[in-house]
């Protein structure tokens, strides 16, 4: 992009995500990457390796307000079964103002943790859970 007006910016707070279908409207804060594995190249002639990428390694976080434990209620039936608790999860941030929105798909979603617990008086209750995932798919990406 040559040139931008400031209003083009996308705002977070125009942010949105669906955890297995569900929107959750208490939503704080999301974040996904994808982190490269890479493995060292040594070449002739040179002081300094190179890297290929040998692998990927999906992450994600999201943070949200403690309204309900519906998350803890979703991993605890699962957990207690003996079975790994999959998810999928949508995110969708789309500004009005912006040029256009970003709306992907996480597939294979696994929990870090299960939060049972986690408050302080005075504070308003927060929840965060990190995740991995193996797929995703961007339905729309800005312009």
């Known amino acids: 992009m040559k040139d931008f ?3 083009q910016v996308i705002n977070g707070t125009w942010g949105q995500i669906w955890y297995d279908g569900e929107y959750m409207a208490e939503l704080i804060a999301f974040k ?3 982190g490269y594995k890479k493995t060292a190249v040594p070449q002739v002639q040179r002081m300094t390796e190179g890297q290929k990428i040998t ?5 994600g976080e999201f943070k949200i307000h403690h ?8 991993e605890q039936a699962a957990v207690k079964a003996g079975k790994t608790p999959v998810h999928t999860i949508i995110s969708n941030v789309n500004d009005p103002d912006a040029v256009g929105a970003e709306r992907v798909a996480y597939y294979n ?10 408050f302080e008086a005075g504070k308003l209750g927060e929840r965060t859970y990190g ?6 798919d961007p339905i729309e990406t800005s312009s």
């Not at 692998?55 to 992450?59: A, C, N």
């Not at 995740?131 to 995703?136: A, H, I, L, S, V």
């Open 5 to 7: 007006r400031a209003n």
């Open 131 to 136: 995740f991995t995932y193996d797929d995703w």
């Open 109 to 118: 979603c696994i929990l870090d943790k299960m939060v049972l617990a986690d």
């Open 67 to 74: 309204v309900n434990d519906s998350v803890m209620k979703k």
């Open 32 to 34: 996904a990457e994808v």
């Open 55 to 59: 692998g990927l390694e999906p992450k």
